[in-house]
């Protein structure tokens, strides 16, 4: 949270109230930032050993808020949104009741394999020594495990994964290959998810061989590698899961190795799985609501389409109707100027021409409706 954030009497409230730990976690972040934060502020808290002797019934007169300039403050710490993010992430932990399974031990020897372990295994004997020789660290696993270890470490990670796979299994969960990943993850409630076992590898600087020095004075496209790989023997087996999580990775330490974690990192794949299955259904939902408007926009849109072409159908009407009007004039006008001169031939071609004249007005005329032999009916109406 940046100080920004921060309500600086609330805060100097609040850590003489309460220890900076406790605040710490209110706004969810660590002590020490609550600490640099109040350091910025100029906000006093209290010493070493202040919370004990409250507990044994001291008594201390809290140091005045100085004043202080807000324009002299740096940007610290995590963000409201990743606050947010962070609460709505606990909450959803909370959400997800995940028992801790009982220890798991990894055997000796590697005894009747697990299907995919043991593929991997052909896939690693299949691998030609001198190919192991030139590059120490492979990934052995075939397509279906994401095993990348040096050689000396490949009975150790076969027996790590075997043990996995096989608790995995007795648990009712099965193992689904996914051609996108190239890799093979285990199913839970219907979520997939994927784990590695991988090899820590350090980089030492390439020392050039004699043949290597020879190769680059005699051909311009020879390459040499600028680091080596070293193998540590340090095995980490992590959740490729990419939201929040209290843990996704156990590794080998000082004090304790990956074979005594196989019952958290089964514990937090499953952790994994619940999310999953939260964020899925949250997407489902999404995607219902955006259906549902999506079709309110096409029953919307449809609606207007109708409404134009209603409207459009009546400013024709209108337009008719004008045309109409002019027409009537226009007859009445031609009709008013015939004179007695003409002859009776005459006086009937142009009553039969007035007529017709009419006849096409009213079929013209939206509020009148005919039918005409070659044009067609129009329906009367407004």
């Known amino acids: ?9 609330k805060l100097y409230r609040e850590v003489w109230a309460e220890s900076v730990t406790v605040v710490a976690k209110r706004y969810g972040v660590s002590d020490v930032a609550i600490k640099k934060a109040c350091k910025k502020l100029k906000v006093p808290t209290p010493g070493r050993g202040y919370w004990q002797q409250v507990k044994a019934g001291a008594e201390f007169r809290r140091p005045p808020l100085p004043k202080f300039d807000a324009s002299l403050i740096q940007h610290i710490g995590n963000s409201p949104d990743q606050v947010k993010f962070r609460e709505n992430q606990e909450s959803m932990k909370a959400k997800i009741p995940i028992k801790k399974p009982s220890s798991i031990t990894v055997p000796e020897k590697l005894l009747h394999p697990h299907p995919l372990l043991a593929e991997a295994a052909e896939a690693f004997k299949k691998n030609r020594s001198g190919e192991r020789e030139q590059n120490p660290v492979r990934h052995f696993g075939g397509k279906h495990l994401d095993i990348y270890v040096a050689k000396n470490s490949v009975d150790r990670a076969f027996r790590i994964m075997d043990t996995v796979l096989k608790a995995m299994t007795n648990e009712g969960y099965t193992f689904r290959y996914d051609e996108r990943q190239h890799n093979s993850g285990v199913l839970i409630d219907g979520e997939l998810l994927f784990f590695r076992l991988r090899e820590h590898i350090k980089q030492a600087p390439h020392i050039k061989t004699a043949e290597e020095i020879a190769d680059l004075k005699r051909y311009e496209w020879s390459h040499v590698p600028v680091y080596d790989p070293i193998p540590t023997g340090e095995l980490k087996l992590s959740i490729e899961y990419y939201p929040y999580l209290p843990r996704k990775s156990w590794a080998d330490g000082k004090k304790h190795q990956v074979e005594e974690y196989l019952a958290e990192f089964i514990a937090g794949i499953k952790m994994a799985a619940a999310h999953a299955k939260i964020e899925t259904e949250r997407q489902r939902e999404e995607k219902i609501r955006q259906l549902e408007a999506e079709e309110r926009w096409r029953i919307a849109a449809k609606r207007r389409d109708a409404e134009l072409e209603k409207f459009t159908e009546v400013e024709k009407k209108a337009s008719d109707w004008q045309r109409a009007q002019s027409l009537i004039q226009y007859v009445d006008a031609l009709e008013a100027s015939l004179t007695v001169t003409l002859s009776d031939a005459e006086a009937k071609e142009q009553s039969g021409y007035i007529a ?27």
Do not use: C, H, Q
């Open 356 to 382: 017709w004249a009419r006849a096409k007005t009213d079929w013209l005329n939206p509020l009148v409706g005919r039918k005409d032999e070659w044009l067609g009916y129009r329906k009367a109406g407004g």
């Open 1 to 9: 949270m940046s100080i920004d954030f921060y309500d600086r009497e």
